[in-house]
């Protein structure tokens, strides 16, 4: 079955870290540009980062620059997103997706790069992330 399996969720105080997997089953990632969307409670989906299939060039939205961290294990067909220093607002559902192109489907929109949600070859069901103390 050819799919994307998010992991690694779950309750942490303000302060605390997580690392989320990302990995596929059915088919490898080697060829694909990976990225994470979030989607908080009463928000809109949002691209929180992203990771090319050619040279492993990155993307993090502002709100977690330098806090998140993305990687990619080709050999476990796997992608992290590795989060630090996590807040509230850090709360949502992460989900994967995978395109396969060789960089990241960046958008612009008022100078700022965003990333894109759609044309994805595959979309994981997600996992919670709750930052609460």
């Known amino acids: 079955q050819v799919q994307l399996v998010e992991s690694g969720g779950g309750l942490v105080q303000p302060g605390g870290s997580l690392r989320l997997s990302c990995t596929a089953s059915g088919f490898t990632l080697d060829n694909y540009a990976i990225g994470w969307f979030r989607q908080g409670p009463g928000k809109e989906r949002e691209g929180v980062s992203c990771i090319s299939s050619s040279d492993g060039s990155t993307y993090y939205r502002d709100s977690v620059q330098g806090r998140f961290t993305i990687s990619r294990d080709n050999a476990k067909n796997t992608v992290y997103l590795q989060m630090n220093s996590l807040k509230p607002e850090d709360t949502a559902v992460y989900s994967c997706?995978?395109?396969?192109?060789?960089?990241?489907?960046?958008?612009?929109?008022?100078?700022?790069?965003?990333?894109?949600?759609?044309?994805?070859?595959?979309w994981g069901k997600g996992t919670l992330v709750t930052v609460s103390s």
């Open positions: 997706a995978a395109w396969s192109m060789r960089w990241c489907p960046l958008g612009q929109y008022s100078g700022r790069y965003y990333l894109k949600h759609d044309d994805m070859d595959y």
